[in-house]
């Protein structure tokens, strides 16, 4: 019976999944198999020595300490593109309000109430305040073509926008949801100079955090407008204020507040609505629970930010498998440290990470599991 501990509420949907008779789910589960976490965070949690897996229901991972998992050998999972489809209509929604001046117009009329009859009187004088550019032909500049990025780029399209977008880590397949309109830039200063509105959709890490400043506001457009719907570190506030004070930025949308922002003239925060909607939530719990449930049932890996991805179909006998940090000839000395009888071994790394499926032609020795984690390097062992 494998034990999972959810960390917030998860759909039922995804938890409907689990086969009742293999699994037990409860938030104070106690020598859990694997963690179901949304926003909780973890940074500040002991894991159990018990525990194998952490899956995040959504994409971002910022909630999970991810090298550590990594040192002790548990395998985190996120959800790419299960809420994709949620984020890009709010970008939507966000590419709207920017141009519409619907937020500040929708506080003014509240100021009307109890003016009787005047209130039409009233609106028709002091609507032209809130007067504000259609973005049909104009351009939208796409930092971050994934899975969110992409269906963004495809709506604005269809919406009569030029599009242009950049990613330096695009690959074929998705590419090939790009719609053959979009104009793929070479560098993140073309975007810049070329775009009337621009859409961040990247992951913020070391190089990421800040990096939209006073320097990258410089090479913009004056009069850009800037949506953030990826994370709150990518952005310097103070630098974004005092572009929209000058003029230099129109308005800033996102969906990341913070204390200094909230209120300021020209921006319009969500409160991290992106992925707030009951099909996206059902999306990443079901794609959460499935990718979970065939790590602890087989050991296969889709969708890890830490381990390397193999699934492999299982073999007549038992499997092993490790999680190791790369070295020389490290697969060797792992199959070599105990006396096996191996069908066939599959193995990859990722990031100085490596990880090895062992599929037996019979069953496992009984002391392959210690043999092989006497290794020099390896992590984690695993019997299935």
């Known amino acids: 019976m494998y034990s999972i501990k959810t960390m917030n509420k998860i759909s039922k949907l995804g938890l409907d999944l689990l086969d009742k008779s293999k699994?037990?789910?409860?938030?104070?589960?106690?020598?859990?198999?694997?963690?179901?976490?949304?926003?909780?965070?973890?940074?500040?949690?002991?894991?159990?020595?018990?525990?194998?897996?952490?899956?995040?229901?959504?994409?971002?991972?910022?909630?999970?300490?991810?090298?550590?998992?990594?040192?002790?050998?548990?395998?985190?999972f996120n959800t790419p593109g299960a809420n994709a489809n949620a984020v890009k209509e709010l970008v939507v929604l966000g590419l709207l309000i920017s141009s519409r001046k619907v937020a500040p117009s929708l506080e003014w009329i509240k100021t009307l109430k109890g003016s009787g009859d005047e209130v039409s009187k009233l609106v028709e004088k002091g609507k032209g305040q809130f007067v504000g550019p259609e973005i049909m032909g104009k351009?939208?500049?796409?930092?971050?073509?994934?899975?969110?990025?992409?269906?963004?780029?495809?709506?604005?399209?269809?919406?009569?926008?030029?599009?242009?977008?950049?990613?330096?880590?695009?690959?074929?397949?998705?590419?090939?949801r790009i719609s053959n309109e979009?104009?793929?830039?070479?560098?993140?200063?073309?975007?810049?100079?070329?775009?009337?509105?621009?859409?961040?959709?990247?992951?913020?890490?070391?190089?990421t955090k800040g990096s939209i400043n006073a320097a990258a506001i410089a090479k913009m457009k004056d009069g850009v407008r800037l949506l953030n719907f990826s994370r709150g570190e990518l952005v310097v506030s103070g630098d974004i204020l005092a572009a929209l004070k000058s003029g230099k930025m129109s308005t800033y949308v996102t969906d990341f507040a913070s204390d200094d922002i909230i209120g300021e003239e020209n921006v319009v925060a969500f409160p991290h609505l992106g992925a707030s909607t009951p099909e996206s939530e059902d999306n990443c719990a079901k794609?959460?629970?499935?990718?979970?449930?065939?790590?602890?049932?087989?050991?296969?890996?889709?969708?890890?930010?830490?381990?390397?991805?193999?699934?492999?179909?299982?073999?007549s006998g038992a499997r092993i498998t490790v999680i190791y940090k790369d070295g020389e000839d490290m697969v060797s000395k792992i199959t070599n440290a105990a006396k096996l009888d191996i069908e066939s071994v599959n193995?990859?790394?990722?990031?100085?990470?490596?990880?090895?499926?062992?599929?037996?032609?019979?069953?496992?020795?009984?002391?392959?599991a210690e043999a092989i984690s006497k290794v020099n390097g390896v992590i984690k062992v695993n019997l299935f």
Do not use: W
Not at 162 to 171: E, H, M, Q, T
Not at 182 to 207: G, M, N
Not at 293 to 300: H, K, M
């Open 23 to 76: 699994y037990t789910c409860s938030d104070d589960a106690v020598n859990a198999d694997a963690i179901l976490v949304r926003s909780a965070s973890l940074h500040e949690v002991e894991f159990e020595s018990s525990i194998k897996a952490i899956a995040r229901a959504g994409a971002g991972v910022n909630n999970i300490p991810i090298d550590r998992c990594t040192e002790q050998g548990i395998v985190v």
């Open 139 to 176: 351009t939208l500049g796409v930092i971050g073509l994934g899975a969110i990025g992409a269906l963004v780029a495809n709506a604005a399209v269809a919406l009569g926008m030029k599009v242009c977008g950049y990613d330096p880590f695009l690959s074929v397949e998705g590419a090939l």
């Open 182 to 207: 979009v104009e793929y830039l070479k560098t993140q200063d073309e975007v810049y100079a070329k775009s009337d509105y621009i859409t961040l959709h990247i992951p913020a890490t070391a190089e």
């Open 287 to 315: 794609m959460a629970v499935l990718q979970t449930a065939d790590y602890l049932e087989n050991g296969n890996i889709v969708n890890s930010v830490n381990i390397p991805a193999v699934k492999v179909a299982r073999g």
């Open 347 to 368: 193995s990859k790394v990722k990031k100085d990470v490596g990880y090895a499926v062992i599929d037996l032609k019979g069953d496992a020795p009984k002391d392959a």
